[in-house]
């Protein structure tokens, strides 16, 4: 009896809730060089993806005295029309600039743009439209301090310390496509599909927070500097070749929440995220139509930037799971004892 109510007092911490969330920003690969090369080209090229779409989660929290353990899943679930995308390939001049880092930790310095190469000159750009599919898994866990609780329904204020994990698999496909490229002549029509973008992106979080709960609101907010990994696939369709990236580089995640419970075991929150990705690596070649693109097959690698600014309106509810309902509990009273009978005394 006593392992059985252990069981469920441990199971009356789990927290679990539906999610919708709403996203916006932008994904952008770039390479380049502002200097000629052994050819004598000052120039690179630019893929541009719209991060728009509508992500469907669950999650689940598990709460232990000032721990908390929050495992979440969410998906597109189908290929979501995410925008117009663009891939450009320009011509650098003595003017451009070329602004590889965003995050300098040596100088304290912050730069909050996608895009390294500016001042540039298109040669080609197609413009056309874009889905994306996305699974993203993500876990985290903090620990409170002060009046801090990681229990949503009850009073308390202090900060927290948080570190967390996301994995993201997401695959961008540009179609109706319509090219320009400046030749003699100018050259513009549709070509249909352009490429196909997959992406594998893995993140680690580290940081903290402050949680304020009184009566029934409650407020959080959070922010985590991150690094990260990013594979990438990017199959040209019209020139048969593929470009495989590996990248790493720096970010960081900001959250502000706002909850009402409007239940005992029942709330409703708003939830406002901020994500960065920057980050540099090099890419190689494989396939090809042309005598430039199986040549560019023998290359070792050629340096990429895949930068990724995104931000996301999210709205969903939590359930306390209470497996002992307060109506049915009952007091656990001592057994009765047998009361000694004496033996009568015969008279």
Same mark, same amino acid.
């Given at each position: ?31 380049? @060089?502002?200097?000629? @090369? ?57 003017v451009s600039t ?107 979080f580290y940081g ?7 009566? @029934? ?111 049915t509990k009952t ?17």
């Amino acid at each position: 009896m006593l392992l059985f109510l252990l069981v469920f007092e441990i199971n009356a911490e789990i927290i679990w809730g539906p999610s919708i969330e709403k996203s916006g920003g932008e994904y952008i690969f770039e390479t380049g @060089n502002k200097f000629p @090369n052994l050819s004598g080209i000052r120039g690179g090229s630019r893929i541009s993806f719209p991060r728009t779409f509508t992500l469907f989660g669950i999650q689940g929290i598990y709460t232990k005295d000032r721990w908390e353990l929050n495992g979440n899943i969410k998906t597109t679930g189908w290929n979501q029309k995410s925008g117009e995308a663009r891939d450009e390939d320009f011509l650098l001049g003595s003017v451009s600039t070329e602004k590889t880092t965003n995050i300098a930790t040596r100088e304290w310095s912050y730069r909050d743009s996608a895009t390294v190469y500016s001042g540039s000159r298109n040669f080609a750009d197609g413009k056309g439209k874009s889905t994306i599919v996305e699974n993203r898994f993500e876990i985290n866990g903090r620990y409170y301090f002060q009046d801090a609780n990681p229990d949503h329904w009850k009073e308390g204020s202090g900060f927290f310390l948080a570190t967390g994990m996301r994995y993201s698999y997401f695959k961008y496909l540009f179609y109706d496509v319509n090219q320009f490229i400046d030749s003699t002549p100018v050259i513009y029509a549709p070509i249909g599909i352009g490429l196909s973008f997959s992406n594998d992106l893995l993140e680690i979080f580290y940081g903290g927070g402050y949680r304020y709960s009184k009566d @029934n609101f409650y407020f959080d907010f959070s922010f985590m500097p991150s690094m990260g990994r990013i594979k990438t696939r990017d199959f040209h369709v019209q020139r048969s070749i593929n470009f495989f990236s590996e990248n790493y580089g720096l970010g960081w995640a900001s959250k502000i929440e706002m909850g009402y419970k409007f239940y005992p075991s029942w709330l409703s929150y708003f939830r406002v995220n901020h994500r960065r990705f920057f980050s540099e690596g090099r890419f190689t070649s494989q396939g090809g139509l042309t005598v430039a693109d199986l040549t560019s097959n023998l290359v070792s690698g050629f340096k990429s930037h895949i930068n990724i600014k995104d931000f996301s309106i999210e709205i969903g509810v939590l359930n306390k799971v209470d497996w002992i309902d307060s109506n049915t509990k009952t007091e656990i009273k001592d057994p009765p004892t047998k009361e000694k009978i004496e033996p009568n005394e015969s008279n």
